[in-house]
């Protein structure tokens, strides 16, 4: 069955540093990640999504992700972080192929400090 | 901008009623997802709607849970009757295609006492 881990249930970095927030999967097949946010009393918004290609993506408000095929690793990073950036992040895997079902990490909530 | 819109944004109701959310995905959306949130389970899929057909409920407790799109602009998830630990923020998230993005809404906090 397909899962994805996020290790970290807290990130703490302060304002101007870099950041990585860590995610690892686990597919038969293809993986296809993704990338969300939420924002205290909001949905998820979407970040970034790595399908194929480059194993760099860049997405959303200067994040960017790493697919590492043989870590089974889609690291979330940032090079300076910000105060806004504070919020919860999911790594969410769908497998190619199957029913299309996002499956979703537990989450890992970025705290900013300035 | 175009947004996924969940109604109510709260609802608190006692054990063995019933309860209604409803969503309207984004126009031309073919996908539409319930997801639960939880502090202690995170985000559990629920249902899965391609096209309006339910593709995937296996995440969803049948007893007392039913997930519908009586068309293409509505999705309703039913508890019937509900329980204190169906308390929760559901969510509906909408797409297009298998590997696009998907929009959330924002939610529907609710509270079964």
């Known amino acids: ?114 | 901008d175009a947004r996924v819109t969940q109604t109510p944004r709260h609802k608190v109701t006692e054990m063995g009623q019933e309860v209604t959310m409803r969503c309207q995905p984004i126009l031309g959306h073919n996908t539409v997802f319930w997801y639960r949130q939880t502090m202690m389970q995170g985000l559990e899929l629920l249902a899965y709607f391609r096209n309006r057909a339910p593709l995937d409920d296996s995440g969803m407790p049948k007893d007392r849970f039913s997930a519908e799109m009586p068309d293409a602009t509505l999705a309703t998830l039913k508890i019937q009757p509900s329980e204190p630990r169906d308390s929760a923020v559901y969510f509906c998230a909408s797409g297009w295609g298998a590997n696009e993005k998907l929009f959330f809404g924002s939610g529907t906090q609710l509270s079964v006492l």
């Open chain 1, 1 to 114: 069955a397909q899962s994805v881990a996020q290790p970290e249930d807290q990130v703490n970095v302060a304002e101007g540093n870099p950041l990585t927030v860590k995610c690892t999967y686990s597919v038969s097949g293809n993986p296809y990640l993704f990338w969300y946010v939420q924002y205290p009393n909001r949905g998820l918004q979407f970040l970034l999504k790595y399908i194929t290609g480059d194993n760099l993506v860049k997405g959303s408000y200067g994040f960017e992700a790493e697919f590492n095929k043989s870590q089974t690793s889609f690291h979330l990073k940032k090079p300076s972080a910000l105060v806004s950036d504070s919020a919860l992040y999911f790594c969410a895997v769908r497998e190619s192929g199957a029913t299309n079902k996002l499956i979703f990490g537990t989450g890992t909530l970025l705290a900013v400090q300035p």
